[in-house]
């Protein structure tokens, strides 16, 4: 990665990482070569899924998350939000999402 900046340099080791945690738990991940400027969606790092399921990822690592939107998070599940008429968005932590998916959904023996 010689001549590459340290944003980009960071950026992929964030989204290895992310791969890496969902592939040790046995999802089908994988990143995306050249994420961010991929001519599929420059948006997505890691695809997660079967072919019956198929997820795009984007993933971010920030210095400091907005305390109202993490800050309970050790105290309860998942957090669910949304703006008025909008979709519902949830945050919830990596290892409780795939606690979550422990009942099956996602696997790779479903490939």
């Known amino acids: 990665m010689a001549g590459k900046n340290k944003s980009k340099i960071k950026g992929y080791r ?7 945690l969902l592939r040790d738990a046995g999802l089908p991940a994988f990143r995306i070569i050249a994420s961010g400027a991929g ?7 890691v695809k ?3 072919s019956h399921f198929p997820r795009d ?4 690592e920030r210095k400091k998350l907005p305390e ?3 800050g309970d998070l ?4 998942a957090l669910a939000i949304r703006q008025p008429h909008g979709p519902w968005y949830m945050v ?3 290892q409780d999402f795939l606690d979550w998916l422990d009942v099956g959904i996602l696997r790779k023996e479903e490939q």
């Open 92 to 94: 919830i932590t990596l």
């Open 48 to 50: 997660v899924g079967s």
């Open 57 to 60: 990822w984007q993933v971010k």
């Open 68 to 70: 109202w939107l993490f």
């Open 14 to 20: 964030y989204e290895k990482e992310f791969e890496k």
């Open 39 to 45: 001519s599929e969606n420059p948006k997505i790092d």
């Open 74 to 77: 050790d105290k309860v599940s």
